[in-house]
């Protein structure tokens, strides 16, 4: 009896224990059905997904006008040296390669006439074996009889033909087409993105928020954010919102809000680290760092004991390169990779679009020159103005002296 029982048992816990797994087994496989089931739900949200904001570094290649002086060779001009330090295109890719960071550089291959095709193609062909990027800057005015400079004062079948020109000429020289392009002082039309989309170029940088030049309507494109038309897609240049104060006598005088470019030559170090976190914070997907190919040079002068390069810029450049590639949600990237992305699926435009605002501190004679509106087209009017003010008020001085001494 004993051992029947026992057999009992041991079969009564066999059957339970049976049932027990079965019963575990079924609960095991509702918490995973749920727990898979939370998981695809929640991996299809976008939110979720950690975001990636794309650090592009671009230089607009070209040789800079104020110094275009006929006197000095192209490489002089775009691969500068000061003393025996580079101050041009070398330098950066220098500073690029300490970092692994590919730099964009938007070359304007029209300088041919004034410099010859063999000198541009010299200063293409170092980049292109650096392995950085050489994409299409559109400056036309050299090849043009009319000498006009802007994309849009030219025809559709004309801006047809000047791409066409620039992107063979870059193919022959760099055995590769240009994926990209940046339209010279960002002076695009729809003209220009038809006349790309013609010659297989599908990625364009010209567009920079209200710039009279940018003849891209604004209610077309975001500002910051990226802006599909068809099979185009616009990267923007990015900018943000500079509230320049300073104070007078211990005294904060109001605000002048401005909208800037993110560049290397008009913000500092801190400025930089600022609007380029509160971009990725907004989840945006690129920024776009703007430099020309003479950024590093301060002062340059025929007389080379005059020439002063720009150390402020240029460690600025290394500090930028080492935060972006130190922050976990930035990526440098170089156009060509990007686009690269972007074609396979890998990047899809922001919800949002978002411009950064930040308070900056400004000497006093910017703030004054800021809020006078004071620039380069307008100044020598402003000095003008300023001596003919002087020059009347020393002659009532002058005058009212006088007639004081004739009278005692
Ligand atoms: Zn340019």
Redo the contacts with the bound molecule.
Sequence with gaps: MCNIDHFESVGLYRIRSKSRIKYLLIIFCIFMIICLNGTVIRGASIDDVPHMTYFLVTV?V?TPSPYNMGDFPLPQQINAKIRKEGVGISRMMDIADEYNVLITF?F?VYEYPAFSKDAIKEVVQTISRRGHDVQL?T?PLLIDEKGRPYMYEYGLNEQIDIVKQGRELLREWTGKYPLAH?A??YAANDNTLLALIENGIFLDSSYRYKYPLCHLREEEFRTNALTQKGLLLEVPVTVFYGDESTSLFGYKLPGHKKLKKFDIDSCDLDLLKIVTTKLYENKMNTITLFM?SWSFVRKWSANPEERVSDTDDINDFREILRFVRNHPGIQPISTSDFWEKWKNGGIVVEKKDFVPETVMSVGLITYARRCLRIHRGNYLYWVAGLVGCGFALAILIFSIRFHKSRKN
């Design positions: 607009d070209e938007f304007n800057h400056h940046r010279g002082t020309h």
